[in-house]
């Protein structure tokens, strides 16, 4: 009899954890974004500001290099073995549309987007800009794109890097 009542318990008890996550109400689906290729701002006009420290640091690393490979590469220009180190002016705009990033600032090297700055630059950046009165304007400043050179037979990978001064 104790095992018959032990039995009808543990049924009971699956039964009720059965319809109990069966019943729950189901997660909202999340947002759907556009395809990672569908956006890309555009810069228009000339630049209001040259960033130019006169230092030549290029302690700024651009992200999101990989989905421009194929342009840096074609910007780093012929560097045979060695590794590259093409100088450019960059391109800065603050890129208020972004679905991904609210406060992103997209970096375009001769009229080619290639790649954001993290979104701790990006904001230093658009405080400076905001401090100069000029937020969310266009700027722009020296570039330099670095690396692509000969290892094991393979290419490594490229970086862009920009002469921005962040903390003054």
């Not at 059965?18 to 909202?28: E, I, N, Q, S, Y």
């Amino acid at each position: 009899m104790a095992e018959a009542l032990n039995l009808a318990i543990i049924v009971v008890a699956l039964l009720a954890l059965f319809f109990l996550l069966k019943g729950r109400p189901k997660a909202p689906p999340l947002p759907v974004r556009p395809d990672a290729g569908s956006y890309t701002p555009v810069p228009e006009g000339a630049p209001v500001l040259h960033w130019a420290d006169g230092g030549a640091q290029f302690d700024v690393e651009v992200l999101g290099e990989s989905r421009y490979r194929d342009t840096i590469r074609r910007l780093a220009g012929e560097h045979g073995d060695g590794k590259a180190d093409a100088r450019h002016t960059a391109l800065l705009l603050p890129d208020d549309a972004n679905p991904y990033e609210d406060k992103a600032v997209a970096v375009f090297v001769s009229g080619e987007m290639v790649g954001y700055l993290a979104p701790k630059e990006a904001l230093a950046l658009r405080l400076r800009l905001a401090r100069q009165e000029i937020a969310g304007q266009l700027t722009s400043c020296d570039a330099a794109i670095r690396g692509g050179n000969l290892w094991e037979g393979k290419r490594l990978a490229y970086a862009v890097l920009l002469d921005l001064d962040l903390k003054g």
